[in-house]
C-alpha cells in the first residue's frame, strides 16, 4: 500500500491534530528511517529527541522482548523490582543528587507532577499570613506540555487558544531576566519551573547567571527550583542533565523527565530532591506519601526493562561527553559554511538550532521560515524539525555516526544554498 493511500486513511480516522509531513514511515534502522516506498531518510529529529540510540538498538530490543515474555505489566500496588534498579541508577548516575523518582508515562505527566509537588509544598510552607502558596513562575517561549496543567505552565499563548479558563497559579515572564523574575515574586508563589534549554521556543539556552541568580531567588524566598529536562536531559545537552551543561553548581529541587529517557518507549519520571525543606529535617521527598499521586501505566516492568537499557547505554557508553563534541562539529561546520541565511547556531550538545535570517530568502505564503526549510529537508531526504518560526532544529541521535552526520550536514548545506 503506497504512503499516500496510507496518509489518507490515517486523516479519515484519526484526529487532525498533528501538521504530518506527507509521508508514511515504515521502518528504522539506526540514525536513519525508511518511508512506505522504500527512500531512506537521515534522521536529525530522532522522534523529537527522543530516540537516544537511534531507531532498533539492538540492547534496547533484546531488553525489551526479554522482558515481554516475562511480565509486562503488574500493578503499582505491588513492588516492582525494575523500579528501583532504574530509579537507582537515574538518581545516581544523571540527577547526581539524593532523592527519590516517580515514574509516569510522558513529559507532560513529569511535568504535572512537579508542579503538585510544589503546590503541596506551598500548602506545609504557607506565607507568612498562612495563607496556601501555589503560584509557579514560568517564562515566556517555554514549553511543558499539552495537558489542562502543563499548558497552563506553558509561556506560549499560542497552544491555550479556546482552552481557558486555564488552571490558575502561573505567571509568565521573560526568559533569562533576572530582574523580570525578581519582580514576578509575590506571597502566593512557591516555585520557578524552567527548562535548561528552551526546545519548542527556539532552542534558547538559559545563561549560567541566569540559573544561579533563579536559585539564590529560591533560597531567599523558600521557593523551589523546578528544571523541566524533557528534551534537553539524558546526555541530550552534553552532560547527564541539560542543567549541567549549563550551570553544573546549581542545584534543582525537582526534575521533569521523559523522552530520551526511554529512547521510544513511552516512559517519564519525575525527581524529587531529599533535601531538607523546615528545621526539622523534613525530607522534601517525603510530602508525596500513598493517595498523594499515581499512574496506571508509570514504571511498568517492560518499560523500566527498556528505559535501563537506554539510560545503562548512554552511561557505559559516555554519549553525553560524545554528544558535546558532535555538536560542537556541527556549530563548527554550518557557521562555516557563512552562508547568508544562517544568522546563528545555538543550543548545547545535540541539541541544537539553526537560526534563520529573517527577510534572507523568500517564503511561500502561509509558511514560517523553520517550516518551509524544514519541508525542503525533507524532499532532499533530511528529517529535522522546526523550534519556532526562524529555528530549525537539528536533533540527531546520541550514537549518530560520523559518518551520518556529515551525510545529513552535507543535505543540510545544499538546502540552505538553494535558499540564496
Request: net charge negative.
Amino acid at each position: 500500500m503506497g504512503g499516500r493511500v496510507e496518509a489518507a486513511m490515517i486523516q479519515e480516522h484519526v484526529l487532525p491534530t498533528y501538521g504530518r509531513a506527507p509521508i508514511t514511515v515504515a521502518r528504522g534502522e539506526g540514525s536513519y528511517l525508511f518511508d512506505t516506498e522504500g527512500r531512506r531518510y537521515v534522521d536529525f529529529c530522532a522522534g523529537i529527541a527522543t530516540c537516544s540510540l537511534g531507531h532498533c538498538h539492538p540492547a534496547v530490543v533484546k531488553a525489551l522482548c526479554e522482558q515481554a515474555g516475562k511480565l509486562m505489566h503488574c500493578s503499582n500496588l505491588y513492588n516492582i523490582p525494575q523500579q528501583e534498579e532504574l530509579a537507582k541508577l537515574i538518581v545516581e548516575k544523571m540527577i547526581g543528587i539524593p532523592g527519590r523518582i516517580f515514574f509516569c508515562n510522558s513529559g507532560a505527566e513529569g511535568n504535572d507532577g512537579i508542579i503538585k509537588v510544589a503546590r503541596r509544598f506551598g500548602h506545609r510552607r504557607p506565607a507568612a499570613d498562612g495563607s496556601p502558596r501555589y503560584e509557579v513562575i514560568t517564562f515566556n517561549k517555554s514549553f511543558h506540555g499539552r495537558t489542562l496543567g502543563s499548558m497552563a505552565a506553558t509561556g506560549q499563548a499560542k497552544i491555550q487558544v479556546e482552552f481557558d479558563p486555564l488552571l490558575i497559579g502561573f505567571k509568565y515572564v521573560d526568559f533569562n531576566d533576572l530582574d523580570g523574575l525578581k519582580a514576578a515574586i509575590g506571597k502566593e508563589t512557591c516555585g520557578i519551573m524552567f527548562e535548561a534549554i528552551q526546545g519548542e521556543g527556539g532552542v534558547n539556552p538559559a545563561t549560567a547567571e541566569f540559573m544561579r541568580g533563579a536559585a539564590a531567588l529560591c533560597k531567599e524566598h523558600d521557593l523551589l527550583l523546578m528544571f523541566d529536562e524533557v528534551q534537553c536531559g539524558f546526555g541530550r545537552c552534553g552532560a547527564p542533565m541539560g542543567w549541567q551543561a549549563v550551570c553544573p553548581d546549581v542545584q534543582p529541587d525537582l526534575v521533569s523527565c521523559a523522552k530520551g529517557i526511554g529512547g521510544g518507549f513511552p516512559m517519564g519520571c519525575f525527581w524529587v530532591s531529599n533535601r531538607a525543606m523546615d528545621e526539622q529535617g523534613t525530607e522534601l521527598s517525603s510530602i508525596m506519601g500513598p493517595g498523594s499521586h499515581g499512574s496506571t501505566f508509570g514504571g511498568t516492568p517492560i518499560a523500566c526493562a527498556t528505559s535501563l537499557a537506554v539510560v545503562t547505554e548512554i552511561v557505559n557508553q559516555n554519549l553525553a561527553e560524545r554528544a558535546r563534541t558532535l555538536g560542537e562539529q556541527i556549530k563548527a561546520t554550518v557557521e562555516g559554511w557563512g552562508l547568508p541565511c544562517v544568522e546563528t547556531v545555538r543550543g548545547y550538545g545535540l541539541l541544537r538550532g539553526v537560526g534563520l535570517k529573517k527577510g534572507s530568502f523568500t517564503v511561500p505564503e502561509g509558511n514560517t521560515p523553520a517550516g518551509y526549510v524544514n519541508s525542503l529537508c525533507l524532499k532532499a531526504g533530511l528529517l529535522a524539525c522546526p523550534a519556532g518560526p526562524d529555528t530549525l532544529r537539528l536533533i540527531p541521535a546520541l550514537n549518530v555516526p560520523e559518518s551520518v552526520l556529515a551525510e545529513g550536514l552535507i543535505i543540510l548545506k545544499s538546502v540552505l544554498e538553494g535558499l540564496s
